[in-house]
């Protein structure tokens, strides 16, 4: 029941799998993309690389304290390099309307609420003179204290009414503390995660020009309905007057999710100059200006039987927000969704602090909270002497624990049966630290569960049905780098019972039938549920053009607790001299719902468990207490994976058919990668060498 993929470049292999489940084949077949060539040939052209005639170039100011109000910005010198054009600050900057999210009220009041908000904006005839500019603006500060330092017991901690994705603050079900009190068995411990920083290849980038009253605006985006929405509104405009395009995206990971300030600083320089202009961020100021995914602090408690049976679950997260708006990062929220247990709290506590807004990071919430939850289950298997698996089998709930609403499907089990069958798990020596060894290094394996949920939108799509017999589909997707136009072009030509090469599709323009953002893994079955929809009304009605909505549908939905799940198994190897921390093998099964295309849906599983591998063993980020500054700023200091770091990863699926979700199939694929990868790792350092090392990421300095 489970496809193997390891050779998919090999598509003979691959195409009579068991999720080619379709009447014509196209869906379910691993289809390369339709950009692809485009991309590796420089044809495809992203934000930065528009340039209308006349384009100037613009180059923001960052805040340099963390935290006061602007008394003056002296540009005379900036003016008086060549090529000048412009500088913009909240004394010239034209006033908009109030954003609702307030990252984006810049050059609009002179408070700095954190290092690195942008003060000013050098606008000149060349990227070189732009940023000559803005290192000659002088700006000076009134400064106030900060404070950027999380702790456990930070006097500014309070309880948020809603966590991240409107899930409750808090929750309590059954008497934790009785049944924790009660427990035969009990485990308390607290992991430590550091701010970590979404750079994706393609930094932060807007090209901005206005035709008479008419906006136009190339931004690097995973969503241009709602840039558009955002400009319009800022700007107060009809959403008509605002075209939003987002062609090729080079990846986002939740960064740009929501509209950033470069897409409002170009536009503002465009209209004071009179001229397009483009802002590219550069790579060092992200970390302040895209959201970061927040620190956490996570207390978890178990009690158990002896048989593994949880009857008592507390997860407890701390984190950060900024003082420009409330963003908590729902870590405590997958403990709701994962395991049977007769009591349980989850709760969030979060603080105010001087420092950049938190955002949407690949799985926020699930991600680091089911690192926790995943090495406490781990922890609790060695205290019981039961094994990691097999814990988790004990604990499967009948239906979603915190609602007891009935799962839409729910095949853990089989991730975790399967996953061990392939991974060898059972040729395993529980014992830590005992057992195998290669010279200086000490090697163990773990595993751990994933989940994420299943997220879909309304969206809007046309087709048209052409006289040269071929078919045109529009839809405001995007592609940050998922292969969306390729899925999509399969969906519609299954419905349309038409060749693949048949269907041209549009995507990545606000001017297309608007649709949901390429977020919170919704894209393409919200997308997908449009263009279905749309083709089959226009094979239906034998022709023309369908245009349709999908919002009844979607909010026509039963209430089912939708969820992928997966499995996670690891390899690591510890060098007992340095230190050193490296995976050699990893093995992921996830149920997802029905596989579009594997190959694509293969890259998105890889990439996921990749930077679950970066969260696991180098991706670390430090707030600088004196000067609020992200220290690991760039991409020599904040270590993303590189090729070397990164074994041979193996990835499968369990074919699951689920009648609950949508017409497409699909439960999401783009982020449940990342989120059993962290502990599968750190549970395998366990294995190996018998430390518990709860703070991320495993480098030498805290595993020597
Ligand atoms: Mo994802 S963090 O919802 O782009």
Not at 76 to 96: D, I, P
Not at 293 to 315: S, V, Y
Not at 396 to 418: A, W
Request: hydrophobic share 40%; net charge negative; aromatic share 6%.
């Amino acid at each position: 029941d489970v496809s193997d993929i390891s050779n998919v470049s090999d598509t003979s292999n691959v195409s009579s799998g068991s999720n080619t489940a379709s009447a014509t084949g196209v869906v379910g077949r691993p289809v390369e993309r339709r950009e692809g060539r485009a991309k590796v040939t420089g044809g495809a052209r992203y934000a930065a690389e528009h340039t209308p005639p006349g384009c100037a170039y613009a180059w923001p100011v960052p805040a340099t304290v963390a935290r006061g109000r602007v008394v003056r910005v002296d540009g005379t010198e900036a003016m008086a390099v060549t090529g000048a054009l412009a500088v913009l600050t909240h004394e010239n900057a034209e006033r908009l309307n109030r954003a609702d999210d307030a990252i984006l009220d810049v050059l609009q009041n002179p408070r700095v609420p954190h290092r690195g908000w942008y003060v000013a904006v050098a606008v000149a005839e060349t990227i070189e003179a732009a940023r000559a500019m803005a290192e000659a603006v002088r700006v000076e500060y009134e400064e106030e204290p900060h404070d950027v330092v999380l702790t456990p017991d930070h006097p500014g901690l309070y309880r948020p009414e809603e966590a991240n994705g409107g899930a409750a603050g808090g929750r309590e079900r059954g008497d934790f503390d009785r049944e924790y009190g009660a427990a035969p068995h009990a485990i308390d411990v607290t992991y430590t995660l550091t701010p970590l920083h979404n750079h994706p290849m393609e930094p932060h980038a807007a090209t901005a020009l206005w035709e008479g009253g008419h906006l136009i605006a190339y931004d690097s985006s995973q969503g241009s309905t709602t840039v558009r929405q955002t400009l319009a509104a800022l700007f107060d405009l009809d959403e008509g007057q605002v075209t939003v395009v987002s062609e090729h995206v080079g990846g986002g990971f939740g960064s740009k999710g929501t509209p950033r300030p470069n897409v409002v600083l170009a536009a503002l320089a465009a209209r004071h100059t009179g001229r397009p202009v483009k802002l590219s961020l550069p790579r060092r100021e992200m970390p302040a200006i895209v959201g970061h995914r927040a620190p956490t602090i996570q207390r978890l408690r178990l009690g158990a039987r002896a048989d593994g049976t949880l009857t008592a679950l507390a997860h407890e997260a701390v984190t950060h927000t900024s003082t420009v708006k409330e963003f908590v990062e729902q870590a405590a929220v997958p403990a709701r969704v994962m395991y049977a247990s007769t009591a349980s709290r989850t709760q969030h506590r979060v603080a105010a602090l001087d420092v950049p807004s938190p955002s949407w990071m690949r799985a926020p919430g699930e991600a680091p909270g089911m690192y926790a939850l995943e090495c406490a289950m781990d922890e609790l298997a060695v205290e019981l002497g039961i094994d990691p698996v097999e814990l988790r089998l004990r604990n499967e709930p009948e239906t979603e624990p915190d609602t007891g609403k009935p799962f839409s499907s729910r095949h853990l089990t089989d991730c975790l049966r399967e996953g061990a069958r392939r991974f060898g798990w059972h040729e395993r020596d529980p014992r830590p630290g005992v057992r195998r060894r290669e010279g200086d290094l000490l090697l163990g394996t773990g595993v751990a569960s994933a989940t994420y949920p299943v997220i879909v939108a309304p969206s809007t799509a046309s087709a048209e049905a052409l006289p040269d017999g071929t078919f045109h589909v529009r839809v405001n997707a995007t592609d940050i780098g998922t292969g969306a136009r390729t899925v999509l072009a399969q969906v519609a030509a299954e419905q349309l019972g038409a060749p693949l090469e048949a269907v041209r599709i549009d995507i990545g323009s606000s001017d297309l039938p608007s649709a949901s953002l390429a977020g919170g893994s919704s894209g393409t079955a919200s997308w997908g549920w449009a263009v279905h929809k749309a083709c089959r009304e226009l094979r239906a009605a034998g022709g023309g053009i369908a245009t349709v909505d999908t919002t009844s549908d979607v909010q026509a939905q039963e209430e089912y607790a939708r969820h992928a799940f997966g499995a996670v198994f690891a390899e690591v190897q510890a060098d007992t001299v340095t230190g050193w921390v490296r995976v050699r093998r990893m093995l992921g099964v996830f149920a997802a719902g029905r596989i579009l295309n594997p190959r694509t849906a293969r890259s998105q599983f890889l990439g996921g468990m990749t930077m679950g591998l970066g969260m696991a063993l180098t991706e670390h980020s430090t707030l600088d207490p004196a000067t609020g500054r992200f220290i690991e700023a760039d991409l020599a200091g904040y270590h993303v994976p590189a090729c070397a770091d990164v074994p041979d990863i193996a990835v499968d699926w369990i074919h699951e058919d689920d009648r609950y979700l949508n017409p497409v199939g699909g439960k999401g694929i783009g982020e449940i990668g990342i989120v059993g990868t962290p502990a599968a790792i750190a549970n395998a350092f366990h294995h190996a060498t018998g430390l518990r090392c709860r703070d991320l990421p495993l480098t030498p300095d805290r595993t020597g």
